[in-house]
Nanobody
Framework: QVQLVESGGGLVQAGGSLRLSCAAS????????MGWYRQAPGKQRELVAR??????NYADSVKGRFTISRDISKNTGFLQMNSLKPEDTAVYYC?????????WGQGTQVTVSS
């Protein structure tokens, strides 16, 4: 059984920063990719950033502000979010492709006040 646990969400003023973490635990043989998605009220879930062994990619709306990274030795992924805007307010979900399966975390709320 594999679990993903997110942390680091919260309330921040516009222009501020937050760092999200996603810790994977359980019987892990390989993590092929990790990503962050977000879902704002009344909107569809969207990809924010994704990292594989060879590349990273970002949504246009966060390029230059967000940075995705991971610590392979700790099975943990991170999303550094700088210059936050009110439109970044959403529930952020971690996604990981582990042992050929996709897993999701429970989500963490990020609220950016203007």
């Amino acid at each position: 059984q594999v679990q993903l646990v997110e942390s680091g969400g919260g309330l921040v003023q516009a222009g501020g920063s937050l760092r999200l973490s996603c810790a994977a635990s359980g019987s892990i043989f390989s993590i092929n990719a990790m990503g962050w998605y977000r879902q704002a009220p009344g909107k569809q879930r969207e990809l924010v950033a994704r990292i594989t062994s060879g590349s990273t990619n970002y949504a246009d709306s966060v390029k230059g502000r967000f940075t995705i990274s991971r610590d392979i030795s700790k099975n943990t992924g991170f999303l550094q979010m700088n210059s936050l805007k009110p439109e970044d307010t959403a529930v952020y979900y971690c996604n990981a492709h582990i042992n050929l399966w996709d897993y999701w975390g429970q989500g963490t709320q990020v609220t950016v006040s203007s």
